[in-house]
């Protein structure tokens, strides 16, 4: 067992720590909830990362994501996550791709078999079509909800879709309506039970629609529950 991994070692154990070196994780979205999840995934010692998001680091990253430096804008963000991550870990397998997870395109992703899946995308369509496939699939998948606009990140819980009612997370909303749609009961996700903070619009649209406000502190926490899930469900599942 390396080094590093000693700490967690005496937290989790030895056999725990030889599971996770086994273990492939994908992260679709390396913003600040993605980025933050990945990187807490290499810190734990999984074997393996599939990271996925098509953008490059820009200047309003730099208040929330992990991976947005000055030295990095202007970058993909999968070779700022893949330079960071191998910075840590040099031994971690990390298959990077400069995509867009889209149902035309999902083999990709699941021929690499994956044995945990962190959606941290923003796109409902790509969202729902992940969600339906797993399903389907039996690959355990945890879901982010919305982290915009919101100020306090101890708010944040884990539970079911259905959970979310009342939220007023209006993705979780619309995530809940089309899943009941296409037959998924179930599904779990991070949520935050914090009232969304009511702010003006935030520069210009991007993708046909504003981007939500942000700070340092809110979404980095969201990535790091995922990531603990995550770890959690493939040592005790086994």
């Not at 810190?43 to 996925?52: A, D, N, P």
């Not at 990077?96 to 044995?115: A, C, I, M, V």
């Amino acid at each position: 067992m390396p080094e590093w991994l000693t700490r967690t070692q005496a937290l989790i154990g030895e056999d725990a720590i030889a599971l996770l070196q086994k273990k492939t994780v994908a992260v679709l979205g390396l913003g600040g909830v993605g980025g933050s999840a990945a990187e807490a995934l290499c810190r734990s010692g999984v074997g393996k990362l599939i990271l996925v998001d098509r953008d490059t680091v820009s200047r309003s990253n730099l208040n929330r994501q992990l991976f947005a430096t000055c030295r990095t804008i202007g970058q993909k963000k999968v070779e700022a996550a893949t330079d960071r991550l191998l910075s840590i870990c040099p031994d971690c397998q990390i298959a990077g791709y400069h995509e867009f997870y889209t149902p035309e395109n999902r083999e990709f992703l699941f021929s690499q078999k994956p044995d945990f899946i962190i959606d941290a995308i923003d796109t409902v369509t790509s969202k729902l079509d992940l969600m339906e496939t797993c399903c389907q699939r039996g690959i355990p998948l945890i879901s982010s909800m919305g982290t915009g606009n919101r100020l306090d990140p101890s708010q944040f819980t884990i539970g079911d879709i259905a959970d979310t009612a009342g939220s007023g997370d209006n993705l979780a909303k619309v995530i809940r309506r089309e899943l009941k749609k296409r037959g998924v009961p179930h599904q779990t996700v991070l949520y935050s039970k914090e009232a969304p903070q009511r702010i003006g619009f935030v520069g210009e649209p991007e993708h046909g629609r504003h981007s939500p406000a942000s700070i340092s502190f809110v979404p980095p926490v969201a990535g790091y529950l995922l990531a603990g899930y995550a770890v959690r469900s493939l040592i005790y599942r086994e």
